[in-house]
Nanobody
Framework: VQLQASGGGSVQPGESLRLSCVSSGFSLGYYAVGWFRQAPGKEREAVSCLASDDGGVYYTESVKGRFTMTRENANNIVYLQMNDLKPEDTAEYYC???????????????????????WGQGTLVTVSS
């Protein structure tokens, strides 16, 4: 049972990256899934999360309009499309799943990291000119 994140890299401000997170051993579509990030010297923060497919995606304020999270349940993949990247987006990015309960129709998540119990390794995103 694991999550595998990939897609990080070094880009210039204004450029884009797409992060991917693949699950093995469990189906991502049954659980809330989130993207989190941690910059050096800072606490881990939620970037986005998705519970039920009809519940909408939560985004932290600083990425609204720039980042898009999607999930392909059939392939057990979640993506984080990151556009118009800024230096303040530089961080290690993690995907995580809340495998404590199946999501109910219409349910939402709000990015509380304490609710997520399965974490992948991080993928580093560096935005610098």
């Amino acid at each position: 049972v694991q999550l595998q994140a990939s897609g990080g890299g070094s880009v210039q401000p204004g450029e884009s990256l797409r992060l991917s997170c693949v699950s093995s051993g469990f189906s991502l579509g049954y659980y809330a899934v989130g993207w989190f990030r941690q910059a050096p010297g800072k606490e881990r923060e939620a970037v986005s999360c998705l519970a039920s497919d009809d519940g909408g995606v939560y985004y932290t304020e600083s990425v609204k309009g720039r980042f898009t999270m999607t999930r392909e349940n059939a392939n057990n993949i979640v993506y984080l499309q990151m556009n118009d990247l800024k230096p303040e987006d530089t961080a290690e990015y993690y995907c995580a799943a809340d495998r404590g309960a199946f999501v109910a129709p219409g349910s939402r998540c709000w990015g509380n990291p304490e609710e997520f119990d399965s974490w992948g390794q991080g993928t580093l995103v560096t935005v610098s000119s």
